[in-house]
């Protein structure tokens, strides 16, 4: 079966999106501490995303426990948004992504979207 078959609910925080749209206080604040951010293409390119992984989007990784979250992602033919790191030289340009997940979680059915390199792995 494809597509989320349960009741959810976006996550409203603003700072949770901003953090995967370009050019955003939050995506400065990941490169400074993380030293890289997966953001969007732009809100559009999040809101499609979004739609087309409520629609038809795999469940990926296995039950774990120790997850918060339920995953749902799905491939796109075409880049949805791309890797920025602090490091960048003029020889590294962003690494594009072609992969978006939604993390719900798991006692509030509230999900936001991620744009990623592909399914989680689980140890």
């Known amino acids: 079966m494809s597509g989320i078959d349960r ?4 996550d409203l925080r ?5 953090r995967h749209l370009p050019n955003t206080p939050q995506v400065q604040r990941l490169l400074r501490r993380e030293g890289k951010a997966h953001v969007f293409n732009d809100p ?3 809101k499609r995303v979004t739609r087309a992984i409520i629609e038809g989007g795999e469940r990926t990784g296995i039950e774990d426990e120790g997850d918060d979250y ?3 992602g799905l491939y796109f033919s ?3 948004g791309y890797i920025l790191r ?5 020889d590294r340009s962003p690494t594009p992504l ?8 798991k006692t509030t059915g509230e999900y936001h979207a991620i744009p990623r390199t592909g399914p989680r792995k689980t140890s």
């Open 44 to 46: 559009e390119t999040l």
């Open 70 to 72: 339920e995953r749902y």
């Open 14 to 18: 603003p700072s949770l999106v901003a």
């Open 78 to 80: 075409e880049p949805i």
């Open 86 to 90: 602090a490091d960048r030289r003029a």
């Open 7 to 10: 009741d959810i609910t976006p």
């Open 98 to 105: 072609y992969y978006g997940e939604i993390k719900i979680v």
